[in-house]
């Protein structure tokens, strides 16, 4: 699996611990069931591990991922739920299955292979089972009021990505992702974030504004000529300033699709 391009920053995993099956998984819930066995790739601090456990139990919910301290995270989010585990692997080598459900969110845009990625999901699938994917469209983002530095943020972060083999606007390729690796029903559809109370500027302004000066991001930013330290700092700033604005919006579209497994032949 490519090295998390944000890393795993405390501004990281905060953002990602807000995560649920409602918020980031919707188009998977009307499709887990009791006793379901679900495999959760690239599982981060496990909030929606840990959510997709408690609506399949008893069945057995496996949560991956490359980086132990994360994972060291996601066993303490998951304190009282019996039926998750968690271990460390790549996506691309998942542990075999078969699985009734195989699940990543934002994981794809951060491989230089997402293809092969969903390959391997579903060769660890069961026949008649589902793989869900997730991913946000950075070239789709809407903000409010308009603010150059953020204009520059975007690009940064969309330069970083591309710079290192992988896809920042991973939503509108997903379906055809998944068609490249081989799968023939594709249920797609689309899902939005959207963050402009008070409280909801407050906090990922708040994330954005330590991630774009102390995460991988910032540090691959800097080492490949992106930005200066100074560009970063001022960027920081702006989405201090972002938050506190009264009129503040900030908007990301997702790309999703559910792949129904067909039986091996």
């Known amino acids: ?13 905060a953002s990602q611990t807000w995560r649920t099956v409602d918020n980031s998984a919707a188009h998977l819930a009307p499709h887990l069931t009791a006793g379901a066995r679900v495999l959760d790739v690239g599982c981060g601090p496990g909030t929606i591990t840990v959510d997709l456990a408690r609506r399949v139990a008893p069945g057995d919910v496996t949560g991956l991922d490359p980086d132990e301290p994360t994972l060291a995270t ?18 691309d080598d998942l542990p075999d299955g078969p699985f009734d459900v195989v699940h990543a969110h934002q994981v794809l845009l951060h491989l230089t292979d997402p293809v092969a990625a969903l390959r391997e999901m579903l060769r660890v699938t069961r026949p008649g089972g589902i793989v869900a994917a997730r991913e946000c469209d950075y070239a789709a983002i809407a903000m409010w009021p308009h603010d150059p530095r953020l204009d520059r943020w975007l690009a940064i972060y969309r330069g970083v990505a591309h710079a290192h083999g992988t896809e920042p606007d991973a939503g509108r390729r997903l379906m055809a992702w998944a068609h490249a690796a081989g799968a023939t029903d594709v249920t797609p559809s689309a899902s939005i974030w959207s963050f402009a109370t008070p409280d909801e500027r407050a906090w990922w302004g708040g994330q954005w504004a330590e991630r ?6 910032a540090e691959r930013a800097v080492d490949g000529g992106f930005a200066t330290r100074a560009e970063l700092d001022d960027i920081a700033d702006a989405w201090r300033a972002w938050a506190a604005h009264p009129d503040g919006w900030f908007s990301i579209p997702h790309g999703e699709v559910l792949i129904s497994v067909a039986p091996r032949r």
Do not use: C, K, P, W
Request: charged letters at 15%.
């Open 74 to 91: 996601a066993r303490a989010n998951a304190e009282g739920v019996d039926n998750v585990r968690f271990v460390t692997g790549d996506a």
């Open 1 to 13: 699996m490519t090295a998390y391009s944000q890393g795993h920053a405390a501004s990281v995993l």
């Open 212 to 217: 774009i000066v102390a995460s991988t991001i």
